[in-house]
T-cell receptor, first 115, second 122 residues
Framework: AQSVTQLGSHVSVSEGALVLLRCNYSSSVPPYLFWYVQYPNQGLQLLLKYTSAATLVKGINGFEAEFKKSETSFHLTKPSAHMSDAAEYFCAVSAPVGGSYIPTFGRGTSLIVHP | GAGVSQSPSNKVTEKGKDVELRCDPISGHTALYWYRQRLGQGLEFLIYFQGNSAPDKSGLPSDRFSAERTGESVSTLTIQRTQQEDSAVYLC????????????????????FGAGSRLTVL
């Protein structure tokens, strides 16, 4: 079984401040991990993914995430928030269940950026 | 096509009516997923198609929900006798399979999502 927990349904930061969105996962086998972003009135798009190569993964728009096996975490960070980063962010885990890789998504974290 | 296309983008229906939602995946993508996103909640898995294999229907919430896919093309999600709790955005996604060294096929499939079909049941 696999699951994802995103701590905080809303995160509010000032423009230029550090962004930290938390994600913890549970998986009985080594998982693949993803962050997707959903901008207002748009579909979800991939931000970055972890596939057992480097534990620090860099994505689009300056975001990065670090896989920490000991903490079962995959937190998303960005050094300096922009107004355009305001969106819903979803963490997802994908591990083989019955031979299929069906991603399980977290509940999402809404990032609010203040000027 | 260039992306995943879903129709209708918006559907308002009366309780008890049947609805059909359509998904046109990216050409060549063998895997197709349906998820449901209720207001303020995360994505809830509904059903998964992979090529010509039997679909994984483990996420369908009741027998009022069904889905079909012809080969590796269009999929239709049907909700019969709609209820108000069916109101949600229904998301379709597709992905391709690729080989990862030591991990086999379809290990880290990245999903490409459509814009969704917003269903409102009055």
């Amino acid at each position: 079984a696999q699951s994802v927990t995103q701590l905080g349904s809303h995160v509010s930061v000032s423009e230029g401040a550090l962004v930290l969105l938390r994600c913890n996962y549970s998986s009985s086998v080594p998982p693949y991990l993803f962050w997707y972003v959903q901008y207002p009135n748009q579909g979800l798009q991939l931000l970055l993914k972890y596939t057992s190569a480097a534990t620090l993964v860099k994505g689009i728009n300056g975001f990065e995430a670090e896989f920490k096996k000991s903490e079962t975490s995959f937190h998303l960070t960005k050094p300096s928030a922009h107004m355009s980063d305001a969106a819903e962010y979803f963490c997802a885990v994908s591990a083989p269940v019955g031979g299929s890789y069906i991603p399980t998504f977290g509940r999402g974290t809404s990032l609010i950026v203040h000027p | 096509g260039a992306g995943v296309s879903q129709s209708p983008s918006n559907k308002v229906t009366e309780k008890g009516k049947d609805v059909e939602l359509r998904c046109d995946p990216i050409s060549g993508h063998t895997a197709l997923y349906w998820y449901r996103q209720r207001l303020g909640q995360g994505l809830e898995f509904l059903i998964y198609f992979q090529g010509n294999s039997a679909p994984d229907k483990s996420g369908l919430p009741s027998d009022r929900f069904s889905a079909e896919r012809t080969g590796e093309s269009v999929s239709t999600l049907t909700i019969q006798r709609t209820q108000q709790e069916d109101s949600a955005v229904y998301l379709c996604a597709s992905s391709s399979r690729f080989l990862l060294q030591g991990r086999g096929w379809a290990g880290a499939n990245v999903l490409t999502f459509g814009a969704g079909s917003r269903l409102t049941v009055l």
